[in-house]
């Protein structure tokens, strides 16, 4: 790279620098890519990608006020802009020292009048992407498509009333897998943005469902016809921008791929800040996924608890970090998946080194998370208690409910010969003070 070329000079390669003291933000001070934890390295289990919109599109625009974050490689007319975003992002990954991105359609390229032009576009920029993926090693987590922020898409795209949006919606996609095939990405994901509703009255629930989970199975189709190997993944959020969104929450995402058999072709992407927004802890939709064995990759960001929007916040707290890390390990990974940052800068930091500090912190707290997570699951402590507590279930009575063999009448002749069962502690504050220990 030609020294004009540089947008982040004075800045080189991330160092670790395990004893680095309290001021120095500019090193990771837990991350350490090549360190081995239960048979993979940190980097394995991490799987880290920068996003494309946020970190390089974002401007720091509100509802409220205008552009607070002036980016050297935002300027010109909209191609000369994205050949400079290209680079400045991949001049960003490398220095950062991740090994994965992830973007939508619309923020590699800009849309132009037609489908053709939008797709002459993409396919301009993203041959330059293939070119410095090819030169850095870095490579696509994972693609998506902008199916939400054209007025055509106001009413929806696969749930629009109208078909002829959802042809254009369609057509999108199709393209969109082409770029996924031609940049090796290992997933694509599917943000319903619109897909819900405001208004009940003038909405035929049945019939957009029904359209979403066909226009999935084409999407399905073309991806096996193209010889596309990545996963494909839902990514639930409750409401933003729709009132109502249908991809909900985990649990109503896998109830929808159940119903319309969808199940094997798909897994979620969570992201805490919509499971959050859903009403739920931080953590519960990384856990019910992965307890379904659907959790596919992560949106690591997080919201402030007390608002009720998406913030899109760097995840900084090492509590929320050691139990997604916890799950994670004990799925056994989350390849092909990884953890996305699909956080911003808040639109007070108007720095560009404070890109390089929110991915360092947010990274190093993850690789905090990892690192107490395996101290927890290495010392067996609390998996013990926990296996002690459901151990009425590996013999006798347990064991035929557990396998899905005891009738009614089993369970009331147990009852019958054993009377009340005793009382048993629960011990939350227990298990609480021992997770406490570690992080
Ligand atoms: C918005 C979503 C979006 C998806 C990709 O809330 O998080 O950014 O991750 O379309
Ligand atoms: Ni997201
Ligand atoms: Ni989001």
Same mark, same amino acid.
């Given at each position: 790279?030609?020294?004009?070329?540089?947008?982040?000079?004075?800045?080189?390669?991330?160092?670790?620098?395990?004893?680095?003291?309290?001021?120095?933000?500019?090193?990771?001070?837990?991350?350490?890519?090549?360190?081995?934890?239960?048979? @993979?390295?940190?980097?394995?289990?991490?799987?880290?990608?920068?996003?494309?919109?946020?970190?390089?599109?974002?401007?720091?625009?509100?509802?409220?006020?205008?552009?607070?974050?002036?980016?050297?490689?935002?300027?010109?007319?909209?191609m000369?802009?994205a050949k400079?975003?290209v680079r400045?992002?991949f001049?960003? *990954?490398?220095?950062?020292?991740?090994?994965?991105?992830?973007?939508?359609?619309?923020?590699m390229a800009? $849309?132009?009048?037609?489908?053709?032009?939008?797709n002459r576009n993409l396919d301009e920029i993203t041959d330059v992407a293939l070119q410095l993926q090819n030169q850095?090693?870095?490579?696509?987590?994972?693609?998506?498509?902008?199916? *939400?922020?054209?007025?055509?898409?106001?009413?929806?795209?696969?749930?629009?009333?109208?078909?002829?949006?959802? #042809?254009?919606?369609?057509?999108?996609?199709? @393209?969109?897998?082409d770029i996924?095939?031609k940049l090796?990405?290992?997933?694509?994901?599917?943000?319903?943005?619109? +897909?819900?509703?405001?208004?009940?009255?003038?909405?035929?629930?049945?019939?957009?469902?029904?359209?979403?989970?066909?226009? *999935?199975?084409? #999407?399905?189709?073309?991806? +096996?016809?193209?010889?596309?190997?990545?996963?494909?993944?839902?990514?639930?959020?409750?409401?933003?921008?729709?009132?109502?969104?249908?991809?909900?929450?985990?649990?109503?995402?896998?109830?929808?791929?159940?119903?319309?058999?969808?199940?094997?072709?798909?897994?979620?992407?969570?992201?805490?800040?919509?499971?959050?927004?859903?009403?739920?802890?931080?953590?519960?939709?990384?856990?019910?996924?992965?307890? *379904?064995?659907?959790?596919?990759?992560?949106?690591?960001?997080?919201?402030?608890?007390? &608002?009720?929007?998406?913030?899109?916040?760097?995840?900084?707290?090492?509590?929320?970090?050691? &139990?997604?890390? @916890?799950?994670?390990?004990?799925?056994?990974?989350?390849?092909?998946?990884?953890?996305?940052?699909?956080?911003?800068?808040?639109?007070?930091?108007?720095?560009?080194?404070?890109?390089?500090?929110?991915?360092?912190?947010?990274?190093?707290?993850?690789?905090?998370?990892?690192?107490?997570?395996?101290?927890?699951?290495?010392?067996? &402590?609390?998996?013990? &208690?926990?296996? $002690?507590?459901?151990?009425?279930?590996?013999?006798?009575?347990?064991?035929?409910?557990?396998?899905?063999?005891?009738?009614?009448?089993?369970?009331?002749?147990?009852?019958?010969?054993?009377?009340?069962?005793?009382?048993?502690?629960?011990?939350?504050?227990?298990? $609480?003070?021992?997770?406490?220990?570690?992080?």
């Amino acid at each position: 790279m030609s020294a004009q070329e540089e947008f982040f000079a004075g800045i080189s390669k991330i160092p670790y620098v395990p004893n680095a003291g309290p001021a120095d933000v500019m090193c990771f001070k837990h991350y350490n890519a090549e360190e081995v934890f239960m048979g @993979k390295t940190m980097g394995d289990w991490l799987r880290f990608s920068v996003c494309y919109w946020h970190s390089f599109c974002g401007t720091g625009a509100d509802p409220f006020g205008f552009q607070t974050l002036h980016r050297p490689w935002n300027e010109g007319t909209p191609m000369e802009a994205a050949k400079k975003r290209v680079r400045a992002a991949f001049e960003f *990954f490398t220095k950062l020292g991740v090994k994965y991105y992830t973007f939508h359609d619309r923020d590699m390229a800009p $849309e132009g009048s037609t489908l053709e032009e939008s797709n002459r576009n993409l396919d301009e920029i993203t041959d330059v992407a293939l070119q410095l993926q090819n030169q850095t090693g870095v490579g696509v987590l994972w693609v998506t498509c902008n199916l *939400f922020a054209h007025s055509r898409y106001m009413n929806g795209a696969a749930t629009n009333p109208d078909c002829h949006v959802l #042809a254009y919606a369609g057509a999108q996609v199709k @393209k969109g897998l082409d770029i996924a095939k031609k940049l090796g990405a290992q997933n694509f994901v599917f943000w319903g943005g619109r +897909e819900g509703f405001h208004s009940i009255l003038n909405s035929d629930v049945g019939a957009e469902l029904k359209h979403m989970a066909n226009f *999935f199975k084409m #999407a399905v189709q073309y991806k +096996e016809k193209i010889g596309l190997n990545c996963q494909f993944l839902i990514e639930p959020k409750p409401k933003e921008p729709c009132k109502h969104q249908y991809d909900y929450d985990a649990m109503s995402v896998i109830a929808f791929l159940k119903h319309y058999d969808l199940e094997k072709h798909f897994k979620l992407n969570i992201e805490p800040n919509h499971t959050t927004l859903a009403g739920h802890s931080y953590e519960h939709d990384i856990v019910m996924a992965s307890s *379904f064995g659907m959790l596919g990759s992560v949106d690591s960001n997080t919201g402030s608890p007390d &608002l009720g929007w998406d913030t899109d916040q760097f995840p900084m707290d090492i509590r929320n970090t050691t &139990l997604v890390m @916890k799950t994670i390990i004990e799925q056994g990974g989350i390849q092909p998946g990884g953890l996305n940052f699909d956080a911003k800068v808040r639109r007070e930091s108007t720095d560009l080194v404070d890109l390089f500090i929110a991915h360092i912190g947010a990274m190093d707290a993850f690789a905090r998370g990892l690192r107490n997570a395996v101290r927890i699951i290495q010392d067996g &402590l609390l998996s013990g &208690l926990v296996k $002690e507590r459901y151990s009425s279930y590996s013999h006798g009575l347990g064991q035929r409910v557990d396998d899905g063999s005891a009738t009614l009448e089993d369970l009331e002749a147990y009852i019958k010969q054993n009377g009340e069962p005793k009382v048993t502690s629960g011990k939350q504050e227990k298990y $609480e003070t021992i997770f406490n220990h570690y992080i």
